[in-house]
């Protein structure tokens, strides 16, 4: 099984739409049998669904996900946890031992954005009202 954490300096990043890497855990019978770090090369949002596919992800942790991303995980057949936080060595390993502790109020609901509001943007929504990433913290 391959688990994958939304990772930034060692810590869970908190906007999944913009991850700048992963860390991917190869993890056999409990066991971490690999680790990587892989930066994202800056692809976002929808896309990173895809790229986590190509490294035959089966589960994703991350902190803060809107819902057109959760969605595009299930579509590609990746289980998510979200709403983790802390040092993504501890938060794979309480994911194993059963012991994590994660927020259920983990939904991103608004965009924190450097460009104009109303300008499109990579994930194809635009306006004041659009909701596809962003986290509520």
Known sequence: ???AVACENGQVF???GRTPEFAIFEVEDGVVKDKRVVPTGGTGHGALAGFLREYSVDLLICGGIGGGAQQAL????????????????????????GTLAFKTDFTCDHH???EDVGE??????????????????
């Open 1 to 3: 099984m391959f688990i």
């Open 14 to 16: 908190q906007h999944f």
């Open 74 to 97: 299930s579509d590609e057949g990746i289980k998510l946890v979200a709403g983790a936080e802390g040092a993504v060595d501890g938060v794979l390993a309480g994911y194993l031992n």
């Open 112 to 114: 924190h954005h450097e």
């Open 120 to 137: 499109e943007h990579a994930c194809g929504g635009s306006g004041s009202g659009h909701t596809c990433g962003g986290c509520r913290h």
